[in-house]
């Protein structure tokens, strides 16, 4: 399931710069994530880099994205055709 940032971001932009999919970016009221972009890291990371910076833990699974591990993976595949993934 793609991640989302809810309403206690302190916007502090840590989180953006983790991204390998560039799927952060800041919002009006706060950064936001972008679900088509976002891969809770899958090919890259075992785990989500945004979610280890986040200062307030405000970065969640989103509930209206839900998507098991091998989609995350066939996203990373169509956003990143020439790369091979890092699997975990």
């Excluded at 936001?32 to 280890?52: K, W």
């Amino acid at each position: 399931m793609a991640l989302m940032i809810n309403d206690e971001c302190s916007s502090c932009g840590a989180c953006e710069a983790e991204c390998p999919n560039t799927a952060i970016s800041e919002g009006e009221d706060h950064y936001r994530i972008n679900p088509d972009l976002c891969t809770e890291c899958v090919g890259f990371f075992a785990e989500p880099q945004c979610t280890s910076v986040c200062p307030t833990d405000s970065i969640i699974p989103d509930p209206a994205r839900t998507e098991d591990k091998d989609a995350l993976l066939a996203k990373f595949k169509k956003i990143h055709p020439d790369k091979e993934p890092v699997l975990s």
